[in-house]
Structures are given as structure tokens and as C-alpha cells.
């Protein structure tokens, strides 16, 4: 190979991802790129932020495989220009193909012609599928993979998987992905998306008109989905649906039952999901509880077209574009299964896995269950009676009893002192705050709860730990939390005290990476968290 390949970075990037495609550039060609000295000049003067830079690597690393595996890069040039396989399949997210027209950059590679993107893609492909609070970043978990040294074939294991997007990323990476997650929407959605790479995109774009065609004069009569559910649900869904939109939602269901293909059918379930928030009572961008009754009733045939025209055709654009250049994917494995054991949900991936990618949720910060009631109920996935039970054995949840608060509180102090010093002593400084001030049910409860998260916490790591290769790396996406304890604003450094976890159960803790938060488009966005951090934890070995 000749000497002097340049790569080009993304113009848009923040610090923290320009941090993270330097790594895995760095991890790739076994060195360190250097900055060309046209960007220094670039970078000097005004005007010029938005060029991309340019760094020269001297490596014998093919760069038809630097363009194949980056992921905040895009272009390689050598002899002829690639463009990278992720900057290509960002660019389908428009709905047309990487040289189509869109808000996107001209690139003259000589044969061929491309409009690059001129801003961040996060929602290619099947990641366009469903909102979803707390959504990774795709690019996130693709340069993570670099750094680790995941290859094709390589072990992912994502053991807190949410909407999926690091099994997602694995399977196009070439991998073997697995994943588990307790809310069953979660798994649910992950599975669809990943088995939605295998659907051909003409059967796709035929099912989508067909779909379309429909909607626009829907067969009349009644429809018999809702009959299938428990009748305790029935009632449930009576509380938040008008009638006419529970009939409209009943005969589109039955429509999409009676189609053949189960991956298809599941992908018009997940597309019904996205809707419900909108077409319901339920204040749409609200975590809480909360009716909100609008004054119009909505259209529900009109709100599912639009949805199913907004997802569809860029998803049927990206999977034609993998099989017209014949990128060839890895396999998913998804189960309900609980974290704390995930070594005995995956027994026969003991010392295996290769990289673990997981965000686990924050400490008190979310009701995963109740925030997904709607669509768990509607779609059959957990009776309504079984909401409460499940939303108490997750990690992280915030709902409790008195009963479960004094044994929460009972199980901290007969472990507490088997914890780092450090989050023993926050967590006895909370509970004595709130002892001594008049403070509500919901702050009496923090202690407890932050002591069985962190406890719940330790379980993870170690099962993480036995499924972990010597030197294979688990990264782990969390933030900080505030809260208000007898008055006084008491901050919660999560990602340090989970780095305080970790090493006591064994893993080598390395830097973490600071990160800041991308504004959020998802309608949970006013519940972000500002800033994250990545850690970094090696394994060292088998327990």
C-alpha cells in the first residue's frame, strides 16, 4: 500500500466523538494519525469550522477497510476517494440513495457521484424505527466496536439492550450480537429492528403500498384484535382512547395480524406503537400519568400514514443499498432476561464475550414500565396487572412500597458495608437529610432506592465480568443525577461510583470519556440528561 492514505473527518462532529474517531482511527491502523498540515492551516483561519479535516495515516491497513469499519469519517483517499460504508448508509436516511438529491454535499469521486450528509444522521436504517427515551447514538456504539477490536464475528453482548441500537450496530457490523432487557417493548423493538435487515427491500416497498392503499379506504366492519386482549386491559385502554379511535386502532390491528410474513407483521405492530401517545389521552410528552383530552378527535388512518411514509421508505433505501453492494450482516439473539444474571440467561457465552456496549438506566430517573404502559397493553406484550410487579424488580425503577422500602433499607445495611465507602456514605448522608426534615413519601424513599440500585449495580458488573473474555472491554454509558435531600441540593456522581463498583468486582477501570449530550429530538427530550460519561472496564479474567 502507498504511503500518505488521508482520511477526512465528519465537519460536524462534537469533542467528544472527534475524541472517539481519533481512537478508533488509532485502533484500526495499529498508530496515530497525523493532522494534514491543509487542515492546520484551515483550522487557523476563519470561516473554515465547517471543513472537514484531514489526517494522514502511513499504514499497511487496506484502506478499502478504513472506509468499511469507521465511523465518524467520510472519506478515505488513497489512490481513488472511498466514501466510508457509514457515511453511505447515513445517507439514506432522506428516503433516496447516497446519489440522490437531498440536504447533502457534493463529492466527485470520478465514476461515481455522492452527496454526502451535511449534518448528523442518528436515525439510518432500522434506527428510525420508534422513539425511544435514552436512545444511543448509532456512530457511538460503531466506533466503540473499533476501539474494542470487535472484527466480523466478534461477540456483542448488550445486557441493558433498550431499543436495541448496540445489537443493531453489531449486526451490521458483521457480529454476533445478544441482548436482553426486562421491559418487554424493549425487546420487543429490538428484535423487529434487527430482523428487519434481513426482510428484501422490495418485499418491503410492495408491503408499504399495499399498507398505504389500504389506509386510504380500509375495509369496513368491525375489527376482533382487541378482542384477544385480557378484559381488564379492554377497560384500561378505555380510560385512554376515545371510542372511535380504539375502533380505528382495532380494525387496523386486525388488518395487520392477517398478514403472512412475521417480520413484516411485527414491523406495522412497532409503526401502530409510535403512534398510540399521539392518538391517546395521555399528555404526549409527559413521563407522569397525566390526561390530557384533546379537543379534536384524531385521525388515526391519516397519523399512521404519515408515520408509515416517514419510516418506510428511508428504511427500504438503506436495505437496498446494502444488498445492491452486498455488505453482508452479523445475527441477533434477544431474550427477557434480567441483568443482574445475565451469565445464566447466555451460560454458554461464559469468558466469550468479546465487548459489552450498554447504557444501564439511571439511578430514580425513569418509570421505564408506566412510561410504555400504553404500548405494552395494546400490543399484548404485559397484562396491565403485571405493570406494577415488573416495574419494582427493574433496575433503577422508582416504585415502592413501605414494605419494599424497609427491606430495601434492611438489605443496604447488612451489605452496605461490603460497598465502596463512597457510595455508602452518600447514601447514608441522603437518608439522614430526609430523616430529619418534613419531607414527602417520594424523598423518604430515595435512600433505599439508590442503595438497591447500587447494589443491583454490583450484580451486573460481576455477571458482565464472567461473560467477559480476558482483555475484552465492557463500555458502559451513564450520567449523573441532583436531588433534593432535607433541603440541600445533593449531587449524585453516578458514573464515579460505578467506576468504584466495577473495580471491586474485578475489572481494571480505565479513563472514562466525557460526553456531552446531543440535543435530543425524542419527545422526552425536557427529561434529558445533559452530560454523560463513557467508562471504560477490562476485563481481567474469569471470577
Known amino acids: 500500500m502507498e504511503e500518505g492514505v488521508l482520511c477526512y473527518l465528519k465537519p460536524y462532529i462534537q469533542p467528544f466523538e472527534r475524541r472517539l474517531a481519533l481512537a478508533e ?9 497525523v493532522l494534514h498540515p491543509s487542515s492546520q492551516l484551515s483550522c487557523a483561519g476563519s470561516g473554515h469550522a465547517s471543513l472537514p479535516q484531514r489526517f494522514m495515516i502511513r499504514s499497511q491497513v487496506d484502506p ?47 465514476e461515481e457521484a455522492f452527496r454526502l450528509p451535511k449534518r448528523r444522521c442518528l436515525r439510518y436504517g432500522p434506527h428510525g424505527l420508534h422513539e425511544y427515551r435514552g436512545k444511543f447514538f448509532p456512530q457511538l456504539v ?28 453489531a449486526v451490521l457490523a458483521g457480529c454476533r450480537g445478544y441482548g436482553l432487557d426486562m421491559n418487554p417493548l424493549s425487546t420487543f423493538m429490538a428484535s423487529i429492528k434487527c430482523s428487519v435487515l434481513s426482510i428484501e427491500p422490495q418485499q418491503l416497498e410492495r408491503s408499504t403500498k399495499r399498507f398505504l392503499g389500504w389506509l386510504e379506504s380500509p375495509a369496513s366492519g368491525k375489527g376482533h384484535y382487541l378482542a384477544t386482549l385480557p378484559k381488564e386491559d379492554r377497560i384500561y385502554l378505555d380510560r385512554w382512547f376515545s371510542p372511535a379511535t380504539l375502533q ?18 411485527d414491523f406495522y405492530c412497532l409503526v401502530v406503537s409510535n403512534v398510540l401517545r399521539s392518538v391517546s ?67 454458554g457465552l461464559k469468558g466469550k464475550v468479546d465487548t459489552i456496549i450498554t447504557s444501564p438506566p439511571y439511578a430514580t430517573a425513569l418509570p421505564y414500565i408506566d412510561t410504555d404502559r400504553l404500548s405494552l397493553i395494546f400490543l399484548g406484550l404485559l397484562p396491565r396487572e403485571d405493570h406494577r410487579p415488573r416495574e419494582q424488580t427493574m433496575i433503577g425503577n422508582r416504585e415502592i412500597s413501605t414494605r419494599l422500602r424497609k427491606a430495601y433499607w434492611n438489605a443496604f445495611q447488612k451489605e452496605g458495608p461490603h ?25 423518604k424513599n430515595l435512600a433505599p432506592l439508590l442503595a438497591k440500585y447500587f ?19 465492557a463500555y458502559v454509558v451513564v450520567g449523573s ?51 454523560e460519561e463513557i467508562l471504560v472496564l477490562v476485563s481481567q479474567g474469569q471470577v
Open 248 to 265: 380505528s386502532l382495532d380494525v387496523v390491528m386486525t388488518h395487520i395480524q392477517r398478514l403472512r410474513d412475521p417480520i413484516i407483521r
Open 25 to 33: 482511527l488509532a485502533a484500526l491502523i495499529d498508530d496515530e494519525p
Open 455 to 473: 447494589l443491583d449495580m454490583k450484580d451486573v458488573f460481576g455477571s458482565m465480568r464472567r461473560l467477559l473474555r480476558r482483555g475484552g472491554t
Open 281 to 347: 389521552w395521555q399528555k404526549e410528552d409527559d413521563l407522569r400519568v397525566r390526561k390530557e383530552v384533546p379537543e379534536r378527535e384524531p385521525d388515526v388512518l391519516e397519523i399512521l400514514r404519515v408515520e408509515v411514509e416517514h419510516v418506510a421508505p428511508p428504511l427500504i433505501n438503506f436495505l437496498r443499498q446494502e444488498r445492491e453492494r452486498g455488505w453482508k450482516h452479523g445475527t441477533a439473539l434477544l431474550t427477557a432476561g434480567d441483568a443482574r444474571a445475565v451469565h445464566e440467561v447466555y451460560p
Open 142 to 169: 460503531r466506533s466503540l466496536l473499533n476501539v474494542s477490536g470487535a472484527g466480523p464475528s466478534a461477540i456483542v453482548l448488550d445486557p441493558m439492550c433498550g431499543s436495541g441500537t448496540t445489537l443493531v450496530e
Open 64 to 110: 478499502a477497510l478504513l472506509a468499511e469499519r469507521l465511523a465518524y469519517w467520510e472519506i478515505v483517499e488513497n489512490a481513488h476517494r472511498l466514501p466510508t460504508r457509514q457515511i453511505l448508509r447515513e445517507a439514506t436516511s432522506n428516503g433516496k440513495s447516497a446519489n440522490g438529491s437531498g440536504a447533502q454535499t457534493h463529492l466527485d469521486l470520478g
Open 419 to 443: 460497598l465502596p465507602s463512597e457510595i455508602a456514605s452518600l447514601i447514608v448522608r441522603i437518608e439522614r437529610l430526609n430523616r430529619d426534615a418534613d419531607v414527602g413519601f417520594r424523598r
Open 481 to 531: 443525577n441532583r436531588t433534593v435531600a432535607g433541603g440541600e441540593e445533593v449531587e449524585i456522581p453516578t458514573p464515579r461510583l460505578l467506576n468504584l463498583l466495577a473495580a471491586q468486582v474485578g475489572f481494571e477501570t480505565r479513563e472514562s470519556i466525557p460526553m456531552e449530550m446531543l440535543v435530543s429530538r425524542d419527545i422526552f427530550r425536557r427529561n434529558a440528561i445533559p452530560t
